[in-house]
């Protein structure tokens, strides 16, 4: 039987709510994936890693609500763990249960091609705030999905849904080319406190002081050129 400190635990499979989804849209979209002492959730869109507590090794998928519910329900400090082919059970001093458990050769987040090492870059100071500025002039309309990105260009982030543009300039960002970020990202982005990015193969992946990484699929296409819009004459403020 493992151990584990049930709120340090419930505090991880948190963490990951943001790309588990409601409904099983893809193979375990639902669920918490276990795998190689991670933690994951994985929606097709937005994959978020984190790594188990010391001690803790589970391999198999758990519908996520199921869990977190039992364990916010449990009020011992420290749990057990065990595994078979078909059931993760949790158990305390005084109660025991049993949640589904699928085990499979393969799961979809180990075909994400992760970073290495060499590949991360620091975040530039501020950058996360202007995210956030130009996250509010993306599109939501899935008409025109190229607006429903962050556009980075030139040490510039941008943000535009036709009737409204944000530019913000961020100091250290360089101008080397980034891909296009979905701005519905952003939000998870402002919670996630990334300290460090890295570019693979149609993925964005950030990562945090706690060696959380959040992933998500980069858009495609080309972004409107928006230089002549800002080409305008007016008082400094």
Same mark, same amino acid.
């Given at each position: 039987m493992q151990k584990a400190n049930r709120q340090a635990l419930?505090?991880?499979?948190?963490t990951l709510r943001p790309a588990v989804a409601t409904?099983?849209? #893809?193979e375990h979209a639902d669920s918490f994936i276990f795998k190689d002492k991670l933690a994951w959730g994985y929606n097709d869109e937005?994959? $978020?890693s984190h790594p188990l507590p010391a001690g803790v090794d589970l391999? !198999?998928?758990v519908i996520a609500e199921p869990l977190i519910k039992l364990l916010g329900k449990m009020k011992d400090e420290e749990i057990g763990l065990t595994t078979d082919e078909k059931e993760l059970? #949790?158990?305390? /001093?005084?109660s025991a249960a049993g949640i589904p458990l699928k085990v499979s050769d393969g799961f979809l987040v180990e075909a994400i091609p992760m970073p290495?090492?060499?590949?991360? /870059?620091? $975040?530039?100071a501020g950058m996360i705030k202007a995210l956030s500025l130009a996250a509010r002039s993306a599109s939501t309309d899935m008409s025109k999905p190229i607006l429903t990105h962050i556009?980075?260009?030139d040490g510039l982030i941008i943000g535009c849904n036709n009737f409204g543009l944000?530019?913000?300039?961020?100091?250290?960002? !360089?101008?080397?080319?980034?891909?296009?970020?979905?701005?519905? #990202?952003v939000p998870h982005l402002v919670r996630f406190e990334p300290d460090m990015v890295a570019f693979t193969k149609e993925w964005i992946h950030f990562v945090n002081k706690n060696d959380c990484i959040l992933s998500c699929r980069s858009g495609t296409g080309d972004y409107p050129d928006i230089r002549g819009i800002l080409k305008v004459v007016g008082k400094e403020i």
């Open positions: 419930l505090d991880i499979l948190n409904k099983d849209i #893809v937005i994959a $978020i391999t !198999g998928a059970r #949790v158990q305390t /001093k005084n290495e090492q060499d590949d991360w /870059k620091t $975040i530039p556009h980075f260009h944000t530019v913000c300039r961020v100091e250290g960002l !360089g101008t080397d080319p980034w891909p296009l970020l979905p701005a519905a #990202v």
